[in-house]
């Protein structure tokens, strides 16, 4: 690869300030941190947002909007990438298994890419996934995916297809192919995620080869193979991305200090191994925004 792009995923919903202080909560934080990201070589950042005073994961539209005008306001060029994986999280019901039970966050499609279709990033994630995790299922109804990908392709957002496993590719080649997500398609491949494919070069080479042949592509690992995945994905021509969504952990028991760390630590992975950081123009060219 002649450039690398890395994408910062700045804060998702797991990772907690008890875990780790660094972990931003605040509009103004995630700002600050995604500002701070860029500033070391992240090209796009990945954005959740947070209830403030709970710190855990918020759909606000308000939330959206203040990280989206403070990134812009900071005067830096990034690449947007707000998240719509909230409101997917399915526990039946202990009683009845047909009804959702109290830790259930699941809400309609039109609920989940609203601030996308009234903000316009750049780009935003789409799940293209139902799998079971520890607790819960992470439920993506098919039709619940094409409409969400309509919205989005209306809205002139380009879609970052999440896929955690082999059949979630077939599934996205299939939303390509009724013309509800645009060429080239993006991929993210998520590795190592509780029962999704493992964090390994096995697991990118199969991935890898079932894409579309115009596709772009990048992958992750999370916790400890956050950097392992970062090397690999370098090596087999792809794109990476870092951040303290998926691990909080600078190296093995130091916990990282910033987001930007971790986007340096990246960068020097990337250089160390013959390929260059992407500039934010070089992004937008190889994403074809």
């Not at 780790?20 to 990945?46: F, K």
């Not at 947002?49 to 308000?62: F, I, L, N, Q």
């Not at 192919?177 to 590795?191: A, N, R, T, V, W």
């Amino acid at each position: 690869m002649p450039q690398t792009i890395i994408s910062c995923a700045v804060t998702g919903s797991a990772p907690t300030p008890e875990k780790n202080s660094a972990v931003p909560v605040t509009p103004s934080e995630i700002v600050r941190s995604a500002v701070d990201a860029a500033n070391a070589g992240a090209a796009i950042v990945h954005c959740h947002v947070r209830d403030p005073e709970t710190t855990r994961a918020s759909m606000c539209m308000e939330l959206y909007r203040e990280v989206m005008e403070g990134i812009r306001d900071a005067g830096i060029d990034v690449i947007i990438n707000l998240t719509t994986g909230p409101g997917a999280r399915f526990s039946p019901s202990a009683n009845d298994p047909r009804k959702a039970s109290r830790d259930s966050k699941m809400c309609s499609p039109s609920n989940r890419v609203k601030h996308v279709v009234a903000l316009r990033p750049e780009i935003c994630s789409l799940d293209i996934v139902t799998m079971n995790r520890k607790h819960h299922v992470f439920l993506n109804h098919p039709e619940h995916l094409k409409y969400m990908s309509a919205a989005i392709q209306s809205a002139g957002v380009k879609p970052e297809l999440e896929v955690f496993d082999t059949g979630h590719i077939l599934n996205a080649i299939n939303l390509i192919k009724d013309g509800l997500i645009k060429s080239p398609p993006f991929f993210q491949f998520c590795l190592g995620v509780d029962y999704g494919a493992p964090a390994t070069v096995e697991s990118i080479n199969m991935m890898k080869s079932m894409l579309p042949k115009n596709a772009v592509w990048s992958a992750f690992g999370i916790s400890r193979f956050q950097f392992p995945m970062v090397a690999a994905s370098v090596l087999l021509g792809g794109h990476v991305r870092v951040g303290l969504e998926d691990n909080i952990y600078i190296e093995q028991g130091v916990l990282a200090p910033s987001n930007a760390a971790l986007v340096e630590k990246a960068a020097r992975i990337i250089h160390d191994l013959g390929s260059s950081v992407a500039s934010v123009a070089q992004a937008r060219k190889l994403l074809s925004l």
